[in-house]
Every structure is written in C-alpha cells, then in structure tokens.
C-alpha cells in the first residue's frame, strides 16, 4: 500500500485521471471498476474532458460498478445506474451494453450477484478499481463488520452511511435500507485498486485503513493486503496519518521512469 499525498482534491483527480488514461491508452479494452458518490466526480469530469479533447478512447473499454441500492431500477433518478449515465457514461463514447451496474430490481439477489462475480470473471477480472471510502471505513458498501472474504452480496446500511448519503433523496427515510454491493474480497481480486479521499471528514477512516489493524471493524484495512494499491489523498484527509513525511517523500523522490511504469505520467 502507497499513500500519495497531495495538495488539493484537483491534484488528486488530475493524477487518477492521469493513470486511467494511460492505462486506457496502453490498454484499449481495459476492464475498469467504478465508485458512485462525491469523490470520484472530479476525475470523471476530467476524462469527459479529455475525451472531448480526442485524448481518450472508451469505445472498447468494460465497467463494472461498486454497488446499487436495492429496491431502485436504472430508470430510478436515484439509482448508480442513473448517476453513472449523469455524470459520466452520457459524455462518452463507451458502449452501454459493456457497462455493468447490478440490478436493483433483482427478484433473485443470490443470482443476481453471482451472475456479477461471473461478468467479472468472463471479462478477465478488474484491471483497475477506483474507490471511495465511507466516513465508518466501508469500501463499496461493506459496512463495518462485513466479512474480509466477502463476495457479491445484498447488505444492509448502517444509519450513519444513510445519513450520509440522504442528501440524494431529501430525507432519511427515502434513503434505501439495503443494497447489493461488490464484497471485499471481490475488490481486492484487481489487479490494482487506487482509493481517493478528500477532507478532514475523512481523516480517521484514512488513518484506520492505512495505520491501523487488519480489521472487519473498518473493511478499507483490507487494502493492506492488495500488492498494488495506492491511496491518494488531499493534505485535509492525510492529517491523522502519523508517517506523513515519509509517505510524502517516498512519491516525491520516485524517478521519473517509476512514475511512468506506475502510469502516473504519460511516455
Ligand atoms: C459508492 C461507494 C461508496 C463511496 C463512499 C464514499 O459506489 O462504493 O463506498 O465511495 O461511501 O462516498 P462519497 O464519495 O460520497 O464520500
């Protein structure tokens, strides 16, 4: 695991931004897994960008999104697929039909998710995972005490990560109880995962996750065992870290041919 500490959400997006155009550009047919919620938005506007600017190329690209609450289709305002095509997939060339969001809808959760882990599988496994991280230490939307070992699954909310996301739906009680989400295990299958975070909010979730124990009590510490992650962060959301120096100084003393080879600079 690598911290990556950075001034500013901007200097964040800009570099994850960065490493998935270069991946996509060295790998046309990438198999690409996707957050929802506020983080990632800056990086998907950046692509869109790019992707106005004839730098980037999604027609071959596959995704495969974190999660979907239970109960919402993909015509629901409120549902990940509505908020993917919104924010991003609407901007783009990819192919619709190579987008994967689980089905809300689902009458059968245990098919639905294992159908999911399948797509997976046939498409050749994640090439790379984008994620977010909840306020509690959830990834996708493994709550505290979700299994290490987890795969695909229905999973209830906790009422912090309702609250957190009822800005969506104008109140609490419109907030879903339930979702289908990816499981840890699913997550840490990619072949490299890169989590983002902003803001002092988050700060003591980063500070578990990175510093503290291997524990189903905050699921992102899993991460400690990917052999490819990098977590980059803005300085607000490193403040609880207690190596900040080294980890600042680890990335900014890397060569230059390291920096290419890890895609964070274009050849
Ligand atoms: C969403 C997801 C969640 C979010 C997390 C942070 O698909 O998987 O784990 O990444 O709840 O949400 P924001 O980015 O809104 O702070």
């Not at 692509?47 to 071959?60: C, R, T, V």
């Amino acid at each position: 695991m690598e911290v990556i500490i950075l001034p500013t959400e901007h200097d964040v997006s800009e570099l994850v931004a960065t490493r998935l155009q270069n991946l996509i550009a060295k790998k046309p047919d990438s198999v690409i897994g996707l957050p929802t919620g506020a983080t990632p938005l800056q990086v998907y506007k950046k692509l869109i960008q790019s992707f106005k600017e004839n730098k980037i190329d999604f027609q071959k690209i596959t995704t495969f999104n974190l999660d979907e609450y239970l109960g919402l289709g993909p015509k629901d305002p409120n549902s990940y697929f509505s908020f993917m095509k919104e924010v991003f997939f609407d901007h783009i060339n990819i192919n619709i039909h190579n987008t994967h969001v689980l089905d809300g809808l689902t009458v059968d959760v245990a098919k639905e998710c294992d159908q999911y882990e399948n797509s997976i599988h046939h498409a050749g496994g994640i090439d790379l995972q984008l994620l977010g991280i909840g306020h509690d230490g959830h990834i996708a939307f493994n709550e505290p005490g979700s299994a290490l070992r987890s795969r695909t699954r229905i999973k209830a909310l906790t009422k912090e990560t309702r609250q957190a996301n009822s800005k969506y739906f104008g109140s609490l009680d419109h907030v879903p109880t339930h979702v289908l989400t990816m499981g840890v295990e699913t997550i840490l299958e990619a072949k490299e995962c890169l989590l983002m975070a902003f803001g002092e909010h988050k700060s003591r979730a980063i500070a578990k996750m990175v510093e503290g124990a291997i524990s189903s009590s905050c699921p992102a510490s899993a991460l400690q065992f990917h052999p490819n992650t990098k977590i980059i962060i803005d300085e607000q959301a490193a403040s609880k870290l207690s190596r900040v120096n080294y980890y600042k100084s680890v990335f900014e003393n890397k060569p230059e041919w390291q920096l290419k080879a890890e895609g964070f600079l274009s050849n």
